[in-house]
C-alpha cells in the first residue's frame, strides 16, 4: 500500500530549464509535506517543506506546490544546474508523528549540460 | 560540528544471525529515527526513540528492537535476519520528537546471504 507515489523514476533536464518533479498521496490526513535530495553515498538531505493551511511554499531555486483536492504536490527548480543532479523523494506526515515520514520512491534527476 | 553518526558503514551477515547497529546523533539533537531503505525504494519509518522510550514504530517485526542510551545514541538490533533485511539502513537525528528538522546520516549497507 503505497500511500506516496512519485510516478516518474527518472527526469533528464537540460542546465538553466525547469525541472519539475511529482509527487502523489493517497492519505488525505497527510498535512505536512517535505522534499528531500539524496546523493550517492549519502544520506537525505532536507530540500524544501509545505504545510496543507499553504498551497505554495518557495526558497531560492525551489517551490513547492500543494494541490490538496488533487492530493498532488510538485517540485519546481529553477534554473536547474548540474549539482541539482541527485535522487529527490518527497515525503509526507501527519501533525504529532513528525518523525514518521512516509516517503515516495524518489525521482532520479539528472541535469545535462 | 559532526552531524549523524552511523557505524558500521557496511556489514554482511549470513541468515538467521543478529545484527546491531549503531548511530550518533548530531549535536544538541535528543531524538532518533531509525528508516530502512531498499533497493529502488524510498525509505520506510522503523521507529523513533525520544528520552530514552520507543516513542512510534512503523510496520516493522518484533525483530526489530532498538534502545537509546543516556548521551542520545542508539542502536537497532535485528534478530533472526532474513534475505529481505538486505537494505540501506539510515538514522535519523532531530531535536525534540515532534520536529520535522531531521539530520540523516550517510546510512549502514547490510547485505544478508
Known amino acids: 500500500d503505497q500511500q506516496v507515489k512519485q510516478n516518474s523514476p527518472s527526469l533528464s533536464v537540460q542546465e538553466g530549464r525547469i525541472s519539475i518533479l511529482n509527487c502523489d498521496y493517497t492519505n488525505s490526513m497527510f498535512d505536512y509535506f517535505l522534499w528531500y535530495k539524496k546523493y550517492p553515498a549519502e544520506g537525505p538531505t532536507f530540500l524544501i517543506s509545505i504545510s496543507s493551511i499553504k498551497d505554495k511554499n518557495e526558497d531560492g531555486r525551489f517551490t513547492v506546490f500543494l494541490n490538496k483536492s488533487a492530493k498532488h504536490l510538485s517540485l519546481h527548480i529553477v534554473p536547474s544546474q548540474p549539482g541539482d543532479s541527485a535522487v529527490y523523494f518527497c515525503a509526507a506526515s501527519l501533525t504529532g508523528t513528525a518523525s514518521k515520514l512516509t516517503f515516495g520512491t524518489g525521482t532520479r534527476l539528472q541535469v545535462t549540460l | 560540528d559532526a552531524g549523524v553518526t552511523q557505524s558500521p558503514t557496511h556489514l554482511i551477515k549470513t541468515r538467521g544471525q543478529q545484527v546491531t547497529l549503531r548511530c550518533s546523533p548530531k549535536?544538541?539533537?535528543?531524538?532518533v529515527s531509525w528508516y530502512q531503505q531498499a533497493l529502488g525504494q524510498g525509505p520506510q519509518f522503523i521507529f523513533q526513540?525520544?528520552?530514552?522510550?520507543?516513542?512510534q514504530r512503523g510496520n516493522f517485526p518484533d525483530r526489530f528492537s532498538g534502545h537509546q542510551f543516556p548521551n542520545y545514541s542508539s542502536e537497532l538490533n535485528v534478530n533472526a535476519l532474513l534475505l529481505g533485511d538486505s537494505a540501506l539502513y539510515l538514522c535519523?537525528?532531530?531535536?525534540?520528537?515532534?520536529?520535522?528538522?531531521?539530520?540523516f546520516g550517510s546510512g549502514t549497507r547490510l547485505t544478508v546471504v
Open positions: 535519523a537525528s532531530s531535536r525534540g520528537h515532534l520536529n520535522y528538522g531531521y539530520t
Open positions: 549535536s544538541g539533537h535528543d531524538t
Open positions: 526513540y525520544y528520552e530514552e522510550e520507543e516513542r
